[in-house]
Structures are given as structure tokens and as C-alpha cells.
């Protein structure tokens, strides 16, 4: 099996090209963060035509989470038990999981935080210490439970993460606490079970060339229970996706299942 997750950055603008490369790679599952699109403007038909079932969620022109499956898409979920609404905004479209081949993907897209003085930080530590007790709850409940967490966790969770940690001193992604609040949740037993075979960057801001001068920061992985975990036996970050014109900022970030 084969399973990625990409912060696609508008899957209106990217859909046919998502599906192309879904297609050449050889993808199973994908989970697509920040799709910025409404659920009625969801380019369904690229998909269907390229074999895959889809299931999303969106949010306007922000926010949106996706997951594409040529594998089954089954018991869908939008959103999680205990996922925090951001003030008077109520629940943000940033999480949804369906089960495909007896996996369950969840598709998820951490709040970016802003500033560390801003009311986004606070939320996204509430929501990421929401996300760590629910996926507790879901190992106590099932310790062979196959779960993965793919995510823009827009957190880089060591200083070797990040092309310059003096360049986001006092800024979020690499404070103290959101890394504590990833932590948490490997502490419960997931694993970043792809970063042995793909340390490499996923996010390049688009501005002063960052890209070409890889000044990047590693913030898209996949966090896996422990049976999934020990399922894993490759991973890679495609930087020839970034590279295609009209790119997302991210790469997709893929992982090979037995």
C-alpha cells in the first residue's frame, strides 16, 4: 500500500495535476490539506475519472481537508471527537479520516498559529492537545488499531526541521510548546515511522527563492500507530512535485506499506 499526504494549496487550481500524479506514482491513498474550496465546487469528476473515490471537507476559500482512495473509502468522519472550535468561527474544516483496505487515513490540517502572541496560537495548542487525547483514547480502545495521522502538522519538530531556527526565533512551528504538543502525541505510541528513509524538507515558501536554495522546513509527515508503524518499509519526499510549474509550496510526502 501506498499512501501520501500533500498540502495541495487549492485543489481547484491543482486537481488535474494531483490526479496525474496520483496516477504516475502509483499512489493508493492520498490526504490533501488546505483545499480552500466549498464542498460544492470540489472538482469530484477529476478524480472519479482517474479511478479514485473521494471524500472531503471544505471551508470557503480556506481551510479544507480531502482524501482520495483507489483502495475503498469507507466509515468517513469529518472531523474528530473533541476537536475545538476557533472563537466564534465554530469548528474549522481541518480534519476527516475514512478507512480504506482496513487502514484508517485521517487527513489533517493543524491550525498555523500566526504569531505566538495571537488567540490562532492558543488554538492551535488546543486543538493539537485535543487531537493527542483522542488518538490516545483510540489505541486504549484498539492497541492493533491501523491509524495514520497525515498531516501538515505546520510544526517542525526538531531544529534540524528547519533551514534557519534563528530565522523563526520567538515565531511559531518551532516553539517549545507545539513541539511538546506533537510530542504528546507520539509519547502515546504513534511514530514519524517514514522520517528514517525521508528527512528532507516538505515546505519551501515561495518568496526569495527558498526553493532552489532548499531554505525549507520539514512540517508534513505521517505519524503511525504502532501495528501500521511497524508495517513501513520506505518513504520519500517528492521534490519533483514542488518543482512542476504552479506548484504547491509543499511536496507531497509518501510512505510504502507491506
Known amino acids: 500500500m501506498r499512501i501520501a499526504t500533500w498540502n495541495v494549496n487549492s485543489i481547484r487550481a491543482r486537481s488535474e495535476t494531483i490526479?496525474?500524479?496520483?496516477?504516475?506514482?502509483?499512489?493508493?491513498?492520498?490526504?490533501?490539506?488546505?483545499?480552500?474550496?466549498?464542498?460544492?465546487?470540489?472538482?469530484?469528476?477529476s478524480f472519479l475519472a482517474g479511478g479514485?473515490?473521494?471524500?472531503?471537507?471544505?471551508?470557503?476559500g480556506f481551510n479544507g481537508v480531502a482524501i482520495a482512495?483507489?483502495?475503498?473509502?469507507?466509515?468517513?468522519?469529518?472531523g474528530f471527537d473533541g476537536q475545538p472550535p476557533f472563537a466564534d468561527a465554530g469548528v474549522e474544516a481541518r480534519a476527516i479520516s475514512a478507512h480504506c483496505d482496513g487502514v484508517q487515513v485521517w487527513s489533517?490540517?493543524?491550525?498555523?498559529?500566526?504569531?505566538?502572541?495571537?488567540?490562532?496560537?492558543t488554538y492551535k495548542l488546543e486543538w493539537l492537545a485535543a487531537l493527542a487525547d483522542r488518538s490516545a483514547l483510540w489505541l486504549a480502545h484498539d492497541p492493533a488499531a491501523q491509524i495514520v495521522l497525515a498531516a501538515d502538522w505546520n510544526v517542525a519538530p526538531t531544529d534540524d526541521d528547519v533551514w534557519d531556527r534563528a530565522?523563526?526565533?520567538?515565531?511559531?512551528?518551532?516553539?517549545?510548546?507545539?513541539?511538546?504538543?506533537?510530542?504528546?502525541?507520539?509519547?502515546?505510541?504513534?511514530?514519524?515511522?517514514?522520517?528514517?528513509?525521508?528527512?528532507?524538507?516538505?515546505?519551501?515558501?515561495?518568496?526569495?527563492?527558498?526553493?532552489?536554495?532548499?531554505?525549507?522546513?520539514?512540517i508534513d509527515y505521517l505519524l503511525c500507530s504502532p501495528?501500521?508503524?511497524?508495517?513501513?518499509?520506505d518513504a520519500h519526499v517528492d521534490r519533483e512535485a514542488r518543482k512542476a510549474r504552479g506548484a504547491s509550496d509543499h511536496a507531497p510526502v509518501v510512505l510504502d506499506i507491506s
Open 19 to 45: 490526479v496525474a500524479w496520483l496516477e504516475h506514482n502509483d499512489i493508493d491513498v492520498l490526504a490533501m490539506q488546505e483545499t480552500k474550496c466549498p464542498d460544492d465546487r470540489f472538482p469530484v469528476m
Open 52 to 60: 479514485y473515490d473521494v471524500a472531503f471537507c471544505g471551508q470557503g
Open 69 to 78: 482512495s483507489r483502495i475503498g473509502l469507507e466509515s468517513v468522519q469529518y
Open 108 to 121: 489533517l490540517y493543524v491550525p498555523n498559529g500566526r504569531a505566538v502572541d495571537d488567540p490562532h496560537y
Open 167 to 218: 530565522l523563526f526565533e520567538g515565531k511559531p512551528h518551532v516553539t517549545d510548546a507545539e513541539r511538546d504538543a506533537v510530542a504528546a502525541i507520539t509519547d502515546n505510541g504513534f511514530t514519524d515511522a517514514g522520517l528514517p528513509y525521508a528527512p528532507g524538507y516538505t515546505f519551501w515558501d515561495y518568496t526569495q527563492l527558498r526553493f532552489p536554495r532548499d531554505q525549507g522546513m520539514r
Open 227 to 233: 501495528a501500521l508503524g511497524d508495517r513501513v518499509f
